[in-house]
């Protein structure tokens, strides 16, 4: 190393046999060598590199730009193991020319930044002890002497120019101290830190990072320094004069609660008149700094209003994704396709929120809203996902309740009348309703454009959904199939074929009768038996009809010597229905064809009775030769009736009477119903009979005293007053048959008695007139 245009490369090239370029000295004195060159020495053991440094006070570089002078200098030390510092003679003792501040500068950093290693300095100079101990050292070096870091070699040459012969001869005593060099006490000294050869390039890469890095070699030029400071100054009050302007004040707090139309426009406007003014205070100081401090101003005044730019896109996005919501609902509630309409609602959203970005950009800043629109696009594409999977199931719960409407009710119906046509007809209602809902939802579907996988799909569900209501309900019947059972019995059996209810007179068939309604409750009970939906033929009827209904319910099955009972009935699984469609197994048809003949027995039961009861009913007379015995023993008893009229006058109002209390009491209507519950009934009844009688002979004896009185004057007629009176009362009589309908021929019988007793009821109302309302009590 050394001063610009010193013989450095013409050293060296004599020195180690290499060929770096030398200066032309008719062209003059100039750079020559810029930046490190490096170069293996030639016929030197071991193996040598060795490297020409840009010489140092080059006016190329001027007094600005020495950072790279003391750099190249610092990898030097940090690297070789000698440095040749070459040196005019009449250089001695100057200041910049004997690099003293380069030399102050390196050795400061180089303490600082690696530790101590010797290295050789070759010098041709003298007080070389004054560099060292003007250099600040840190604290840990204050009192270390030169020796410790380098090696000081003085050795002067002649002339290059006037003694060459002699400069040569003093350059090859010179080479051969770099012989061997790296031997104890050699040239290249101690060799501590030394790396080896396959190590070098990433060594010297590591140095002159750290170098690089290393701020205190890198100092600027005074003019540098001024345009740092004020140009730093003017910034930051610029920067100030922004956050305090109204203007942007005011946007900042407008873009907080909503879009501000304009808001890019604006900013950008602030934005400029502020680096303006920078550009204005600053446009004398040095070029370089200032446009760093610019970009720094507007770097800081960009980080300052993004907040406020990313508030304004989101305001943007939250209110663009809002009406997207309202104009796909409006558009699909009129009726538009779903694909079309989310397709069409979402270019044109998505085309409004471009405008709005164009509308919010700043013209200083280069930041894309990418982002926020790729988060507005996913928002639409979830509300439409959404949306879409919301209408798809209203679509299908609607059509699942009209299957459910059109199929639940029919079904139930179709299997209470169960017959031989009843899966039949459940299976064409079953394919209409359920191709007629598919036809629906197949156009309704048209408008979502889906593919024909999930389409299908779809359909499918919904024909297995129109099945599920059918089992569902058949399932439902089935666990009801007793009372089922128990209801058509009743009816076939209890109703005759015109559905009036059956009067067991004794002429009725019972045991055909229940074998009908016994038949049909096993014609139902093999129509629950299981799921036809197939059409698939089965013996669930034969079957069933042959174990329940036949004498015996097992066939014998002869082998030779061995008999053994098989009974169909006795399996959990039918031969040609699988347990999937199975309602009811056969263990469990038996079982319930035990429990509903057990329930249905009283029934039949009740019906013999009640035949046997209406027989013994139509023949209460007493049979004719206990008739013939009454007339020939009782002869004389009759005879002696007929001689006394008055018991016969008794035994006819008896006969009246008791007639009276038969019809009015319905008695053989009441024996019907079996004889402990007629003489219940009877019981209850026999007294307010009776005293309504009373209570009627009473009224008409009142009647006919009242009528006496007023046709029979003071010295009147009395025999034509009595007949008067026996025609007004069979009159009265008459009147009153006409008006009661409770019994026509009692009421005549009544009115006969009291014409034939007429003098004896008048007699006898005159002396009990005083106890008048006694008589009416009881």
Known sequence: MGPQSSGKSTLLNNLFKTNFREMD????????????????????????????????????????????????ALFALAVSDIVLINMWCHDIGREQAANKPLLKTV??????????????????????????????????????????????????????????????????????????????????????????????????????????DNKDLDLPAHKVMVATVRCEEIANEKYAEFGENKEWCEIDEAVQTDFLPGFGKKLSSILNICLTEYDSEATYFDEGVRSAKRKQLEEKLLQLVQPAYQTILGHLRSGTFEKFKDAFEKALNAGEGFSLAATTCAESFLAQFDEGCVDAVINQANWDASKVKEKLKRDIDTHITTVRAAKLSELTSKFEKKLDHALSAPVEVLLDGANHETWSSIRKLLKRESDSAVSEMSCDLKGFDMDQNAREDMLNKLQNHAKGVVEAKAKEEAARVIIRMKDRFSMLFSHDSDSMPRVWTGNEDIRAITKTARFASVKLL?????????????????????????????HVVTDKSTTTMADPLASSTWEEIPSSRTLITPVQCKSLWRQFKAETEYSVTQAISAQEANKRNNNWLPPPWAIVALLILGFNEFMTLLRNPFYMAFIFVAFLVLKALWVQMDVAGEFQHGALPALIALSAKFLPTVMNIVRRLAEEGQKAAAQAAANNPPGGDPTKNYESEANTTMSSTSSSDIRSSRNENFIGVVCSLQALLRRYITTIWNCCSKFQSVFFFL
Not at 41 to 60: A, K, Q, S
């Open 25 to 72: 000295a008719f062209k003059g004195r100039s750079q020559t060598t810029k930046g490190i060159w490096m170069a293996h020495c030639t016929g030197i053991e071991p193996c040598t590199l060795v490297m020409d440094l840009e010489g140092t006070d080059g006016r190329e570089r001027g007094e600005d730009d020495t950072a790279f002078e003391k750099q190249s």
């Open 526 to 554: 093999s129509v629950m038996a299981a799921i036809r939906l197939d059409n698939n033929p089965d013996t669930i009827e034969k079957t069933l009809c042959s174990c329940l209904l036949e004498q015996t319910s097992a």
């Open 107 to 212: 050795f400061q950093v180089m303490m600082r930044l690696f530790s101590p290693r010797k290295t050789t300095l070759m010098f041709v100079i003298r007080d070389k002890t004054k560099i060292w101990d003007s250099v600040p050292k840190p604290q840990a070096h204050v009192s270390t002497p030169l020796g410790e870091f380098f090696n000081v070699e003085v050795v002067a040459l002649s002339s290059y120019e006037e003694k060459e012969e002699q400069f040569r001869e003093q350059v090859a005593n010179l080479r051969q101290r770099f012989f061997h060099s790296i031997v104890p006490g050699g040239l290249a000294g101690d060799r501590r830190g030394v790396v080896p050869a396959s190590g070098f390039s990433f060594s010297s890469q590591q140095i002159w990072k750290v170098i690089k």
